[in-house]
């Protein structure tokens, strides 16, 4: 029984991380194509300047989220924290065009990318993760962190030798808990860690 509970205590540690960005389609059933100019006047926060992009921006509070509408009814939706506000902010976008004659119906929402930060808390050699783990990418000059490719489950990782870490190019909540513990899993497992943060000790160099 200890060791479940030194197992769980564990785990609560390996998944520190924050939803802060999720992004989503929607595509709106429509009887005419949605009139853009009419949007853009009527809604407050709205911004439409075809010469420069074909849809409208629209920002919304509670739950705040960024929209990019286009006359076809496709949007894209960013800047939401919940992947559940998704199917909310959508729902009250629909209720405010409504009300300036712009009628649509059955939204199709879809999450297509989730964008998480968060720490490993453990320091992490990265010169000597670069030789160990598979599908990584580490060029300290250009850039501080690691890029790991992650195959099983699909994901990409930007690493910090703080233990930092960025995640993104998931689609579901389950699929980043399961990615996050399978990296701090690996990094454990493939003797990674640091005892300090390590910049450009040596060159790395191949036989």
Same mark, same amino acid.
């Given at each position: 029984? #200890?060791?479940?509970?030194?197992?769980?205590?564990?785990?609560?540690?390996?998944?520190?991380?924050?939803?802060?960005?999720?992004?989503?389609?929607?595509?709106?059933?429509?009887?005419?194509?949605?009139?853009?100019?009419?949007?853009?006047?009527?809604?407050?926060?709205?911004?439409?300047?075809?010469?420069?992009?074909?849809?409208?921006?629209?920002?919304?509070?509670?739950?705040? +989220?960024?929209?990019?509408?286009?006359?076809?009814?496709?949007? *894209?939706?960013?800047?939401?924290?919940?992947?559940?506000?998704?199917?909310?902010?959508?729902?009250? !976008?629909?209720?405010?065009?409504?009300?300036?004659?712009?009628?649509?119906?059955?939204?199709?929402? *879809?999450?297509?990318?989730? @964008? #998480?930060?968060?720490?490993?808390?453990?320091?992490?050699?990265?010169?000597?993760?670069?030789? %160990?783990?598979?599908?990584?990418?580490?060029?300290?000059? *250009?850039?501080?962190? !690691?890029?790991?490719?992650?195959?099983?489950?699909? +994901?990409?990782?930007?690493?910090?030798?703080?233990?930092?870490?960025?995640?993104?190019?998931?689609?579901?909540?389950?699929? %980043?808990?399961?990615?996050? !513990?399978?990296?701090?899993?690996?990094?454990?497992?493939?003797? @990674?860690?640091?005892?300090?943060?390590?910049?450009?000790?040596?060159?790395?160099?191949?036989?």
């Amino acid at each position: 029984m #200890a060791d479940i509970n030194n197992s769980q205590e564990v785990n609560e540690i390996i998944l520190d991380y924050k939803i802060n960005n999720v992004v989503a389609t929607a595509k709106i059933d429509l009887i005419e194509k949605i009139d853009l100019v009419k949007i853009a006047r009527k809604l407050h926060d709205a911004e439409y300047h075809p010469e420069r992009f074909p849809g409208v921006i629209f920002r919304q509070d509670n739950p705040r +989220a960024t929209f990019l509408i286009f006359s076809t009814g496709n949007m *894209v939706v960013t800047g939401l924290e919940i992947v559940a506000d998704a199917e909310k902010a959508v729902s009250k !976008l629909l209720k405010k065009v409504k009300k300036i004659g712009i009628k649509s119906s059955n939204p199709e929402i *879809v999450i297509q990318n989730i @964008v #998480a930060n968060g720490d490993l808390h453990t320091l992490i050699n990265l010169n000597k993760a670069v030789l %160990l783990i598979e599908f990584v990418m580490y060029e300290p000059e *250009v850039f501080p962190g !690691l890029i790991y490719y992650m195959k099983d489950p699909r +994901a990409v990782f930007l690493l910090f030798s703080t233990g930092k870490f960025v995640c993104t190019g998931i689609k579901e909540k389950k699929i %980043l808990k399961k990615a996050i !513990l399978k990296l701090k899993r690996e990094i454990n497992n493939m003797d @990674v860690t640091s005892e300090k943060v390590i910049e450009d000790e040596f060159e790395l160099t191949f036989l």
